[in-house]
């Protein structure tokens, strides 16, 4: 099956923080990439992803309302191969407050 790229819309990105939206309808991935800033993701629409990563494969549930953290460094390819559409808001964390 032939992979299409997952939709992102910047919705902020400012000296604090960058926002971008998510959209993976089914077939779809993000691409392998690296996170180079910790982040937090809030789903909007739920399913199932598969995670590639150097380590395997595993699944991540998304749960409308149940936002989730990850450290910078993560490495992955996220892959949506469910019947549904799904949505997350992704939160990149440039600088601390202090």
Do not use: C
């Not at 299409?4 to 990105?13: E, L, N, P, T, Y």
Request: glycine share 12%; net charge negative; no cysteine.
């Amino acid at each position: 099956m032939t992979m299409k790229d997952a939709i992102a819309s910047m919705k902020v990105d400012d000296e604090r923080v960058r926002i971008t939206e998510y959209r993976l309808p089914p077939g779809s991935h993000t691409g392998w990439h690296r996170h180079g800033m910790a982040y937090v993701v809030v789903p909007t629409q739920g399913g199932r992803l598969r995670i590639v990563s150097k380590a395997g494969e595993s699944a991540a549930e998304m749960v409308v309302g149940q936002p989730y953290s990850r450290p910078v460094g993560v490495e992955h390819d996220v892959i949506n191969d469910g019947p549904g559409e799904i949505a997350f808001i992704e939160v990149e964390i440039k600088a601390l407050a202090g």
